[in-house]
Each structure stands twice: as structure tokens, then as C-alpha cells.
């Protein structure tokens, strides 16, 4: 490994938030407004969302975890209900489904796209099985017309863990629009950001009953209850959560969405010259972007073969970030791996287990130049021709 970048190279992170002067303004519009809570800020971004998806309903909430713990006490889903879901995902689902008292069941994943597969999900098709819960990884998604097909001939529910594909679709359907219900992520390092934050999107029936699930169980919000009747009238109609969006983080919000189509085109361009710039490499998988998919580009995320590559994926990370400042991260570990889920039973998930040892996630969001984007490719050909 030949050590080229000289130490005053800044470090060039995994991720970094695109924030500018719009959201300074409209937080500080918010904070002088005297309304900090869930607020017509909020309810604002539900709209936005709302409309740009052609959904029925959203609900801005205090992150994606929250919106997808929520779906699943919208469902009704507790012991004895199967969940399908792939295991090369963040651990929100399962965690939210084991807090519940539901059983994920890992399905595998298709070996292109890092997708769940139809096929594995459809043979994880039990008595028990209520509901699929399908990952747009990395912000290409699944095939939702097969996702919706087989759901609807089992009378499954199909909920869309959004969380990396706002602004991304497929065959013309957005994601987070074919769900029964759909969490987007507004985290720090999601393609737009709160901060912390998440919507929930989906069937108005579904909607209206998390509402008050996420707002302590109380019939309506404060902010409507405000100045229209005495704020203590309020009833409890089912033991809820807190899990509503401030308008402080809404009003980040905001501005991000109407940015998110450039963020993503910027996100494409880069995708694009890294899949130029690195074709060829030997035991460099690419992403694959399939026929009738606007890809989101959350990740350029690549698999590294070590019997071919000159290096395997801890060693190209280690190389990039020690010796030419460059930050990648791995999406994911599976989670049937993870301590907390070594008791729960597994069938074999073979291409999860061989893509999750490969993967390695580089730099690729709005805030990166030109240069940022060649050096990532010049210090990967030197990794190569070393
Ligand atoms: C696939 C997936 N689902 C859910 C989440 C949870 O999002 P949040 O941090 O907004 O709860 C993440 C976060 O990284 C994620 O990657």
C-alpha cells in the first residue's frame, strides 16, 4: 500500500448535512414565532410530503424508528405475529418488532440490489405471518409491484421502511407511496435531514389511529387544542407515546425538502462519475441501478471480493481513512448477527452473510466538490495498483 495523501489532506467524511441559510432562516422564524412543539410547521411538512407522494396521510414524527414502532401498534402486531424483513437493514424494524412482541423473520436478500428477495419473502410465508416490511437499500427499491401483489394474496400488510429512498421510485412508483404505511428518516445523514426526525405515510384509516398513539393518546394535538378550548379538556383514548416532530426540527425540514430533487440529482452525478471511474477495477462490484428505477443514492455502496481484490473491505476502509483521510462506512451488519438477536431462529441467509463481509459504503452527498469525488476515485486506483 503506498501511503500518497499528503497529511495536511482535510479528512473527507462518509456523510456530512447540506445546511444552508433558508433553514437558519426558518428555524429562527419558528424560534421567534412562540410555537416550538408540533405546530403548523409541522403539519406543513406533513403536506409537502403528503402530496409529493400522492399518499392518503402522513404524520411528522420524532424519528424513523418512532414512525415505524408506531405502524406496528397501528397494526395490532404482538406475540405470536411473524413479520418478514431482510436482516441486512438497520436494527429499527426487528428492534421496534421485538418491543412490540412480534417475530421478525429474516428473509434473504437478492445479491444485485441488496433488496429482500420476493422469492425469500414468499417462501417465509407462514400461519403466523402478518405482515412484510421491505428496505429500500441504499435508495434503490424493491420491486413494490411484486411486494404489493404478494402482500395483497396473503392478506399480509406491506409496510415500506423508506428510511435511505425519499425522492426515489420505481417502474413510476415513489417509494414510500405503495406501502400500507411507509417511515422516511430524517437523520442527520439521510438524504434531507432534521437533525432527528421521520414521517410515517400511508392509509388515512391507518394515519388517524397512530396520531394519538404518538401523541400520549390524547384526541388532538396542542397546537389545535390551543387558543380553541381549554388546553386541560383534553381526553386519553388509548395509552400513547410522545413520538411528535417539533416545529424547531420541521422547520429544517422544510427547506430541505423543496432542496431534496437537487440533492438528489448531485447524488446521481457523483454515482455516476464513480461508476466511470471505477468500472474494471478487479473484484469491484458496482451498484446496479435496474431498468425503470429512479435510484435515491443514500449509498454508493460497492462489494469488495477479496479473492480477487488486492485488498479485502477492512482493508480498503482502514487504507482510505488512515492513509488518504477518507471516511466510507458499511451498511449493514446483519442483524441476525448482533448480540441481542443470537437467540432468535434463523434460516440461512447466505447472500445477506456473503454481500454484508463485501460491502463497503464511499462518500457520495451534495456537499462534496468535484475534488472531493476525485480524490476518492484517485485513492481507490492507487489502492488497486498497489
Ligand atoms: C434502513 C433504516 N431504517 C430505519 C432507520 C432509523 O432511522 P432513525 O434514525 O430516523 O430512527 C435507519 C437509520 O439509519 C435505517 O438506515
Redesign the pocket.
Known amino acids: 500500500m503506498t501511503p500518497t495523501a499528503p497529511a495536511s489532506v482535510p479528512f473527507l467524511p462518509w456523510n456530512q448535512p447540506s445546511i444552508g441559510e433558508e433553514e437558519i432562516t426558518e428555524v429562527t422564524d419558528t424560534l421567534r414565532s412562540g410555537w416550538l412543539t408540533y405546530g403548523p410547521k409541522a403539519a406543513r411538512l406533513e403536506e409537502v410530503v403528503r402530496d409529493a407522494l400522492g399518499v392518503q396521510d402522513a404524520f411528522a414524527v420524532?424519528?424513523?424508528?418512532?414512525?415505524?414502532h408506531l405502524a406496528f401498534l397501528t397494526l395490532g402486531l404482538g406475540p405470536g405475529d411473524e413479520v418478514i424483513t431482510p436482516s441486512l437493514?438497520?436494527?429499527?424494524?426487528p428492534n421496534a418488532l421485538l418491543q412490540v412482541g412480534a417475530r421478525p423473520v429474516f428473509a434473504d436478500i437478492e445479491p444485485t440490489t441488496l433488496n429482500i428477495d420476493p422469492e425469500a419473502a414468499t417462501a417465509a410465508i407462514t400461519d403466523q405471518t402478518k405482515a412484510i416490511v421491505v428496505?429500500?437499500?441504499g435508495g434503490h427499491p424493491c420491486d413494490l409491484t411484486a411486494f404489493r401483489k404478494l402482500a395483497d394474496e396473503h392478506g399480509l400488510i406491506l409496510i415500506e421502511?423508506a428510511?435511505?429512498a425519499l425522492h426515489a421510485s420505481r417502474d413510476g412508483h415513489r417509494a414510500g407511496s405503495v406501502g400500507d404505511l411507509a417511515?422516511?428518516?430524517?437523520?442527520a445523514?439521510?438524504v434531507m435531514t432534521t437533525g432527528?426526525?421521520?414521517m410515517l405515510v400511508g392509509r388515512t384509516d391507518l394515519i388517524r389511529v397512530a396520531r394519538p398513539l404518538g401523541r400520549h393518546g390524547i384526541d388532538s394535538s396542542a397546537w389545535r387544542r390551543h387558543g380553541q378550548r381549554n388546553t386541560a379538556d383534553y381526553e386519553v383514548t388509548v395509552p400513547g407515546l410522545k413520538y411528535v416532530m417539533p416545529d424547531v426540527t420541521a422547520s429544517i425540514g422544510l427547506p430541505q425538502f423543496t432542496k431534496l430533487p437537487a440533492f438528489t440529482a448531485r447524488r446521481g452525478e457523483i454515482a455516476a462519475v464513480y461508476t466511470a471511474a471505477l468500472a474494471g477495477l478487479p473484484g469491484l462490484t458496482l451498484p446496479t441501478t435496474l431498468p425503470g428505477v429512479e435510484h435515491g443514492w443514500?449509498l454508493y455502496s460497492v462489494l469488495i471480493d477479496p479473492a480477487i481484490a488486492p485488498l479485502d473491505r477492512n482493508q480498503v476502509a482502514q487504507a482510505l481513512r488512515e492513509v488518504h483521510q477518507i471516511g466510507t462506512s458499511a451498511?449493514?451488519k446483519p442483524v441476525h448477527t448482533l448480540t441481542g438477536y443470537r437467540s432468535l431462529i434463523t434460516s440461512p441467509l447466505p447472500v445477506t452473510e456473503a454481500a454484508a463481509a463485501q460491502q463497503l459504503s464511499l462518500p457520495c452527498y451534495p456537499a462534496m466538490t468535484d475534488s472531493d469525488v476525485d480524490r476518492v476515485i484517485t485513492a481507490m486506483h492507487t489502492l488497486w495498483s498497489s
Do not use: I, P, Q, R
Not at 62 to 68: D, F, I
Not at 89 to 93: E, G, H, I, P, Y
Open positions: 420524532s424519528s424513523c424508528t418512532a414512525a415505524l437493514t438497520f436494527c429499527a424494524v428496505m429500500h437499500y421502511d428510511a435511505h417511515a422516511f428518516s430524517f437523520y445523514n439521510k432527528e426526525g421521520g443514500f451498511h449493514f
